[in-house]
């Protein structure tokens, strides 16, 4: 088994290499320490500092022959829609006020599918439809800081 303990970077369009893929949801790419086999069989152990997050492309391991790379899956979202920046933000809010993870989109906010909250948005009049696509929101991007 290949233990990873740093990301070697994001995969390049024009890569050469095999690339053999880690598919994983939101929820696990949040996790830094874990147990995953790629596409192709490989075994890796991510041993990643406390808080990375994992995100579509990150490479895990490379060799001259290889490149094995997160890939992020498609799921139940919930897409809400807004069409000013000022609605996008009250959506936003609301959504996190819930607890719920959120992504923040120009025009849309996305968080992981939940019936209770869709039946909140369309009582209040918001556009919003379920969806099958990858969840990715900026959770790792507020949890490395120095002091």
Known sequence: ??????????????????VERVALG???????????????????????????????????????????????????????????????????YQVGNRHAPVAVEKERVVTPYDSVIEAYFKKLGVRCGRTIEPFTHGFGAFHAHHH
């Open 1 to 18: 088994m290949i233990v990873v303990e740093a990301l070697a970077g994001k995969l390049a369009e024009d890569e050469s290499r095999r």
């Open 26 to 92: 939101w929820e696990d790419r949040l996790r830094s320490r874990q147990r995953v086999k790629s596409d192709a069989g490989t075994e890796i152990g991510i041993a990643l500092p406390t808080g990375q997050a994992l995100a579509e492309g990150d490479i895990l391991f490379e060799d001259g022959d290889r490149v094995v790379v997160v890939s992020a899956i498609p799921e139940n979202v919930l897409v809400l829609y807004a069409d000013t920046a000022v609605e996008l933000a009250r959506i936003a």
